[in-house]
């Protein structure tokens, strides 16, 4: 492999010369610089990473920890993450934390020892330790979609307002002549989880409907508990006439369990869902979503941990959600912001 002597040797220059060009320092001549390059190209050098990391204290590494790497909304995410960081001339290392708050601080601490310049995190509970003392240690962190509350201002949060697009669900759901509406809430202890309810509640109390017990299933954003709380509800002498659940993975695990019943969607009971996911246009029925601007919203994270991480303020971000209609709920396809 060329070193960075034998490409000073090449273009006839000193080793200072070829590390001011590849630093893109201004005192070069234009002509020593086009002679410097070419020797880079022709010998094909690459930079030492790790020996530029430790003169210079940074590795122009940033690290993403996401809930869970399966679910649709996540995969988007990261993949927007890693687009625009790139653009910024920035790599990602990403960890799945699959929901257990274990494994997320496992990968903390991994990304960490690898000295990462910031880290972007969407914690999967409310109050890890080790996130907490991350972020009063100083290290350059945005929470992204859901966050810690109590941080404090030093850790930007880049998030999804969906009360209002949750609004606009139960009002289409109550002028469709639906009066039993269930959720599927996703884990309390997740600020995505506990807001999403909330919002649902706040809604169905402005036009004087009720939320029962009975009608509130508690999910963890994957399939399988969103089946087994359709279950119970389906098993309710007076089973809902819709059911609401908190992630794009709980509605499908709804849906199966509909229909291993024999039971339609709409005719028999309606299903709409948070986090909008192409699949949601291939099922049968399409179903109803409220979608969040996930690209917007990984670009942004990005932007504001890269303003950290080079010394610039990072206000936190609040993107809007809207609801997407299809006809899970029984009626004709749109949108409405």
């Known amino acids: 492999m060329a070193s960075i002597k034998d490409v000073a040797s090449r273009a006839g220059v000193s080793v200072a010369t070829v590390s001011r060009v590849l630093n893109d320092h ?37 690290g993403l920890v996401i809930s869970d790497v399966l679910n649709p909304f996540f995969t988007e995410l990261a993949r927007s993450v890693e687009d625009e960081a790139r653009a910024l001339g920035y790599s990602v290392i990403i960890g799945n934390a699959d929901e257990q708050p274990e494994l997320q601080d496992h990968h903390v601490r ?17 109050g890890s330790p080790l996130m907490l003392e991350t972020a009063r240690a ?15 201002p030093e850790v930007p949060v880049v998030r999804t307002d969906g009360g209002d697009a949750v609004r606009d669900l139960v009002a289409h759901l109550y002028a469709l002549g639906h009066r039993r509406l269930a959720i599927i809430a996703g884990p309390a202890a997740t600020t995505t989880g506990s807001e999403r309810i909330e919002s649902f509640r706040d809604a169905l109390q402005e036009h004087g409907l009720p939320l029962p017990d009975d009608h509130i299933g ?14 119970r509800f389906l098993d309710l002498s007076t089973p809902p006439d819709v059911i609401f659940a908190a992630d794009n993975l709980m509605v499908l ?12 969607v709409p005719d028999d009971i309606a299903l709409a869902a948070f986090d909008d996911i192409p699949w949601f246009l291939h099922t049968d029925p399409p179903i109803t979503a409220i979608a969040q601007p996930t690209g917007e919203l990984g670009r942004a994270a990005v932007r504001a941990l890269i303003d950290r991480v080079e010394g610039r303020p990072a206000p936190s971000v609040t993107v809007s959600a809207r609801l997407v209609v299809r006809r899970s709920c029984g009626e004709s396809e749109g949108s409405t912001s």
């Open 26 to 62: 201004p005192s070069v001549r234009p002509d020593t610089r086009t002679r410097v390059l070419a020797a880079v190209t022709e010998l094909g050098y690459r930079p030492n990473a790790v020996a530029r990391s430790l003169r210079t204290d940074q590795t122009r590494t940033l």
């Open 110 to 126: 991994t990304l960490l020892d690898r000295r990462i310049d910031g880290l972007l995190v969407s914690p999967t509970d409310g």
């Open 138 to 152: 100083g290290t350059p962190m945005v929470f992204v979609d859901r966050w810690i509350p109590g941080v404090g």
């Open 218 to 231: 508690q999910g963890d954003f994957q399939a399988a508990s969103g089946r087994r709380a359709t279950a």
């Open 253 to 264: 695990g709804a849906m199966d369990e509909i229909r291993a019943r024999g039971l339609r």
